[in-house]
Each structure stands twice: as structure tokens, then as C-alpha cells.
């Protein structure tokens, strides 16, 4: 194999290695900017932490957000879950298309949660996220739209949690109370 071939191979498999890797590979500075419990009519869902390079929260930067559970979920609950929540807060800007391919790309990304699990979503403007599941990647999404919307879900000024999108922000209690 030629020296300038070799040099291709490696350099596609070190891409194919920072992809593959924990999130944290392709946010080396990320810093914890805010956290959070999420609850639903009193129980404890799960734990989520917002992860970012600066000092705030900017949606042309990558950010990372991490969800560590509480209480078993199923894949599908999740998928659902979030589906609904991606289509109430973009309801006139989703295509019946755009809605169906989402709810089979949450439902490949995610897995059955257990209490301990943690999901983390990688969000790159203009390209997509990633999705790791206990820092392992399970899916990569290259839709841009579908990322901001996913993300929104927590995010958006309209996002259903007001008070963990605070915290999570960290606009109010640096550690989310905990």
C-alpha cells in the first residue's frame, strides 16, 4: 500500500474512532452549565445536565445533553415522549414525512432505560447530533432540523419544564438543587 494511502486510512479511521468515542471527544472544553431533576406528577424521571464550551448556551455552538434515569423507561415511551413534545412546540413546520421519519430514527437511537443509564445528545449546529447511550455512540442523526427540535424539548422558552430549562440554562440554582 502506497505511504500517501496509508495515510488516508488512518486518518478515516481516527474520524471514524472521535465519532464512535464518548461525547466528550468532539466537546473537549464542554464545562457543566447547568442541571436539573425532571420530575412527572412526583416521581423522579431523571437527572439532566447541560454541557457547553462557553459560558452560555448558543445554538451555533455544539452543546451536549445528558439525561441520567431515575426510573425505567421503555424505548418506545421515550420515542413517543419526545416526538410529542418535537411536534407540539414545531406543529405548523412538520411535514406528516418529516414526522414519521423522526419517530423511526427515535426509536433506532434510543434503548429500555434503567435506573443509572444515562442518554447523552450531542448537538452539532448545521450537521445534526449524536446520541450515546452510557457514553457509548448509539445513532447519528445528520438532520438539522430534526436536532433543533429535538433539543427544544428542554431549550425552547416554551419547553414544557420551565423551571429545569432554568436550571439547566443556568439562569437559576447553579446545581439544580441537588
Not at 53 to 80: C, K, V
Not at 96 to 119: S, T
Not at 149 to 155: D, K, N, P, Q, S
Request: hydrophobic letters at 45%; charged letters at 20%.
Amino acid at each position: 500500500m502506497p505511504h500517501s494511502a496509508r495515510w488516508i486510512c488512518l486518518c478515516l479511521l481516527l474520524t471514524a474512532l472521535s465519532a464512535a468515542g464518548d461525547w466528550r471527544a468532539a466537546l473537549p472544553a464542554a464545562q457543566r452549565l447547568g442541571s436539573g431533576e425532571f420530575t412527572w406528577f412526583g416521581m423522579r424521571l431523571y437527572k439532566a445536565q447541560l454541557f457547553t464550551a462557553g459560558t452560555e448556551h448558543d445554538w451555533n455552538q455544539p452543546f451536549a445533553l445528558e439525561l441520567l434515569y431515575h426510573r425505567s423507561l421503555s424505548r418506545e415511551t421515550l420515542a413517543e415522549a419526545s416526538l410529542a413534545e418535537m411536534v407540539r412546540l414545531n406543529a405548523a413546520s412538520i411535514t406528516a414525512q418529516q414526522r414519521a421519519a423522526w419517530a423511526n430514527v427515535l426509536e433506532q437511537a434510543f434503548v429500555d432505560v434503567h435506573p443509572g443509564m444515562r442518554i447523552t445528545g450531542l448537538y452539532l449546529p448545521g450537521q445534526g447530533c449524536r446520541f450515546y447511550v452510557d457514553g457509548k455512540l448509539s445513532r447519528e442523526i445528520a438532520d438539522p432540523v430534526f436536532a433543533r427540535a429535538f433539543f427544544a424539548i428542554w431549550l425552547d422558552p416554551r419547553a414544557r419544564d420551565t423551571e429545569l430549562r432554568q436550571r439547566l440554562l443556568g439562569l437559576v440554582g447553579k446545581d439544580g438543587g441537588t
